[in-house]
């Protein structure tokens, strides 16, 4: 049912009209619960600046890559940034857990997870991301937060919003869960202070200015997962068959990049976070394993040898990061 429903929302098809009195309903509800808790949140700031990344849709938009960007220009213009994040797909023995490069997937989610170990910096998981970022600024050494995926977690005050949108599948039908892929409408664009547009060539409708950032994520070179040691360039496989495997909000982006390197991919798609087991792995063959590096962190112990992780690296127009910095740095004279 949900397969078919994600075919559906990013079809030409209209959204299914007998879903559409739940997405009016959805939407009600959203709205209320909006209205109620931000007002509050904006009246008891956290004494740092607050900056949200999120989407507005289901699925993968590209956002964590984006996050380990953002955290490269912070550090760049003299930030101490951390990170914090509810912990999807993780199970902690208790609320606020501050994320260790030797955790669990399962413990902390597999993004934190990730952020951790590529960027290095703090990073509080909570399902409550108030108390998260309250334990998180406690343990000292931040001045900046990120908030991963909280753009409505409306119990956090923020200072820049930033929403990431997939170029290549936009909005789909452009409707409200569960007749369309929107957590909130498309008007919510209108009030961001960022909007991120991942490859591709979509744009969103004239009526809503909001500045643009455009940015292309590229797959280049594998890391060996099981047995270590030092990358190989992704050509190395070119006229090759590989199999690809990919549990995250859209897997058909990354059989893509592999394939324009010339690489004969055997698919091999999961469930966004899925909690993946040695058998996931196992093809009967010896062909090589590659991965994203989101799944790479719940698959180190049990990786068969000829599996690799594939890296995705953001890049960004000079002018446009050049801009981002700027932007950054008056966080920390913010305008009367």
Not at 273 to 299: I, N, R, S, Y
Request: a positive charge.
């Amino acid at each position: 049912m949900s397969s078919w429903l994600e075919r559906r929302w990013y079809s030409a098809e209209p959204p299914p009209a007998w879903l559409l009195p739940l997405s009016r309903l959805f939407g009600r509800i959203a709205a209320a619960r909006r209205a109620r808790l931000a007002p509050a949140a904006r009246s008891a700031p956290l004494g740092v600046p607050v900056i949200v990344v999120g989407n507005i849709s289901l699925g993968g938009t590209g956002k964590t890559p984006f996050t380990l960007w953002l955290i490269e220009q912070l550090r760049a213009e003299g930030w101490s940034p951390g990170v914090i994040s509810r912990g999807y797909g993780g199970r902690a023995p208790r609320y606020p857990h501050r994320v260790s490069a030797s955790d669990a997937a399962s413990v902390c989610g597999d993004e934190p997870l990730l952020l951790a170990r590529r960027a290095g910096v703090p990073v509080m998981v909570d399902p409550d991301r108030r108390r998260g970022a309250a334990a998180l600024l406690a343990d000292g050494g931040v001045d900046i937060l990120v908030a991963d995926d909280g753009l409505q977690h409306y119990r956090l005050p923020r200072d820049l919003e930033i929403c990431v949108v997939d170029g290549r599948r936009g909005l789909g039908n452009g409707a409200l869960l569960p007749a369309g892929p929107l957590r909130e409408p498309v008007s919510r664009l209108g009030e961001v202070d960022l909007l991120v547009v991942n490859g591709g060539d979509w744009q969103p409708p004239a009526s809503l200015k909001v500045p643009q950032l455009h940015m292309q994520l590229a797959v280049r070179e594998a890391w060996p997962l099981a047995i270590g040691g030092p990358p190989v360039p992704l050509e190395r496989w070119r006229g090759r068959p590989v199999h690809a495997v990919a549990g995250i909000g859209h897997p058909q982006r990354f059989f893509d990049s592999l394939a324009a390197l010339g690489l004969e991919v055997i698919p091999h798609p999961f469930a966004d976070h899925h909690a993946f087991a040695a058998a996931d792995l196992q093809f009967g063959d010896e062909l090589p394993v590659l991965m994203t590096e989101k799944d790479a962190v719940k698959c180190a112990t049990f990786a068969p040898p000829q599996a690799w992780q594939v890296p995705a690296t953001v890049s960004v127009d000079p002018a446009a990061t050049a801009a981002m910095r700027q932007s950054l740095q008056t966080l920390r004279h913010p305008p009367r």
